[in-house]
T-cell receptor, first 114, second 113 residues
Framework: DAGVIQSPRHEVTEMGQEVTLRCKPI?????LFWYRQTMMRGLELLIY????????DSGMPEDRFSAKMPNASFSTLKIQPSEPRDSAVYFC????????????FGQGTRLTVV | DAKTTQPTSMDCAEGRAANLPCNHS???????VYWYRQIHSQGPQYIIH???NNETNEMASLIITEDRKSSTLILPHATLRDTAVYYC??????????????FGKGTKLSVIP
């Protein structure tokens, strides 16, 4: 298995533009997590899904952020409009609800908003 | 809330054992202790987890106190490649689908030649 796949790896965009980050979880996993990491705030949980249904989105910073999971093999995190303070590394992770198995993380998307 | 407390940073000599402590005094009986690490700017990587018994795998050992209020991750022979941020996390997966995987600040381990 190729693991959790995120795209793009790097994204540079101008303030006000729409940004879409993509994630393909490991096949068979039923949990998908989106995180944001900055030096100041560390690794923050934004939202997670179980069987494609959002369970907890309390970490989503504001209405400019939205996440979808249309099927078990794909999820998107969208920022519209983007702002410089959204610059961060965004990680996606997936897990299987077996007996407390581990989460597998993607390599992340480094977003820079100028 | 991460529900765990870890030292901000630690140093370890290469080849020696690295012992990373974690306090989780409010842990519930059905919550597991998980350890992850993050090397440079890669995604976090799972190391080991346990409920109440000590655990060992090819990467590390996990020692959990009898009252479950603290644990120690042991890297038996630290190498330079073990330099990373180590996260101790308390995890519970409910029958209703709740699975909070929340990270704290972690411990920055520096392995010194």
């Amino acid at each position: 298995d190729a693991g959790v796949i995120q795209s793009p790896r790097h994204e540079v965009t101008e303030m006000g533009q729409e940004v879409t980050l993509r994630c393909k979880p490991i096949s068979g996993h039923d949990y998908l997590f989106w995180y944001r990491q900055t030096m100041m705030r560390g690794l923050e949980l934004l939202i997670y899904f179980n069987n494609n249904v959002p369970i907890d989105d309390s970490g989503m910073p504001e209405d400019r952020f939205s996440a979808k999971m249309p099927n078990a093999s794909f999820s998107t995190l969208k920022i519209q409009p983007s702002e410089p303070r959204d610059s961060a590394v965004y990680f996606c992770a997936s897990s299987w609800r077996g007996k407390n198995t581990e989460a597998f993380f993607g390599q992340g998307t480094r977003l820079t908003v100028v | 809330d991460a529900k765990t407390t870890q030292p901000t940073s630690m140093d370890c000599a290469e080849g020696r054992a690295a012992n990373l402590p974690c306090n989780h005094s409010t842990i519930s009986g059905n919550e597991y202790v998980y350890w992850y690490r993050q090397i440079h700017s890669q995604g976090p990587q799972y190391i080991i987890h346990g409920l109440k018994n000590n655990e060992t795998n090819e990467m590390a050992s996990l020692i959990i106190t009898e009252d479950r209020k603290s644990s120690t991750l042991i890297l038996p022979h630290a190498t330079l490649r073990d330099t990373a941020v180590y996260y101790c996390i308390v995890v519970y997966v409910s029958g209703a689908g709740s699975y909070q995987l929340t990270f704290g600040k972690g411990t920055k381990l520096s392995v010194i030649p």
